[in-house]
């Protein structure tokens, strides 16, 4: 029932490893977020991507480098994380950044050895 | 500052009957949308209902539907006849043009349907 895909389901990396999360929609939404969520707590903004530019940054460390190949996609690098990372990373879609409505995906567990 | 505040952090219901969730916000924009979003245990988040606060009727989506008090800027959630499936965390959450128009969310409410 989701239009917003995420791979993988669930990533393992250690502190030293490079790895990437991917984000789809098919929807025509011109505005993606990725969210960081913990266990029985809200969501917490990390990006927004509207019209396939970065126009929030919620102070994230670099070590989180967002992408934005196109209008569906987006991608979120790792690098270097801390054992702390580890959480579910959502992405999520709306028409544009004035239309509130979000459409998350099923997100992609991580966890950081 | 803009809040939402959920105050029953934990609930439970007994099967088909009826549950009210509780949500406060405080804002000072003059338009902007109230929602509720409901994450079941390792499952997606899904949106369940949407307000939009320049209309004065209550949202209604099937079993779902909103008691929406914009004066007392109240915005609960009724689940009539619970099922199983409604077990989740249930969030609120706020958006309007201020903040930067990103969401402002509740702390959740862990709801959970008894058989």
């Known amino acids: 029932d989701t239009e917003v895909t995420q791979t993988p389901k669930h990533l393992v990396m250690g502190m030293t490893n490079k790895k990437s999360l991917k984000c789809e929609q098919h929807m025509g939404h011109r505005a993606m977020y990725w969210y960081k969520q913990k266990a029985k707590k809200p969501p917490e903004l990390m990006f927004v991507?509207?019209?396939?530019?970065?126009?929030i940054n919620e102070s994230v460390p670099s070590r989180f480098s967002p992408e934005c190949p196109n209008s569906s996609l987006l991608n979120l690098h790792l690098h270097a994380l801390q054992p702390e990372d580890s959480a579910l990373y959502l992405c999520?879609?709306?028409?544009?950044?004035?239309?509130?409505?979000?459409?998350f995906g099923p997100g992609t567990r991580l966890t950081v050895t | 500052a803009q809040t939402v505040t959920q105050s029953q952090p934990e609930m439970s219901v007994q099967e088909a009957e009826t549950v009210t969730l509780s949500c406060t916000y405080d804002?000072?924009?003059?338009?902007?949308?109230l929602f509720w979003y409901k994450q079941p245990p390792s499952r997606q988040m899904i949106l369940v209902i949407r307000?939009?606060?320049?209309k004065q009727q209550n949202a209604t989506e099937n079993r779902f539907s909103v008691n929406f008090q914009k004066a007392a800027k109240s915005f609960s959630l009724k689940i009539s006849d619970s099922q199983l499936g409604d077990t989740a965390m249930y969030f609120c959450?706020?958006?309007?043009?201020?903040?930067?128009?990103?969401?402002?969310w509740g702390l959740g409410t862990s709801l959970a349907v008894n058989p």
């Open positions: 991507y509207s019209y396939e530019k970065l126009s």
């Open positions: 959450a706020l958006g309007n043009a201020g903040n930067n128009r990103k969401l402002i």
């Open positions: 999520a879609s709306s028409q544009a950044v004035y239309i509130y409505e979000q459409y």
């Open positions: 307000q939009e606060a320049y």
């Open positions: 804002t000072s924009e003059n338009n902007y949308y």
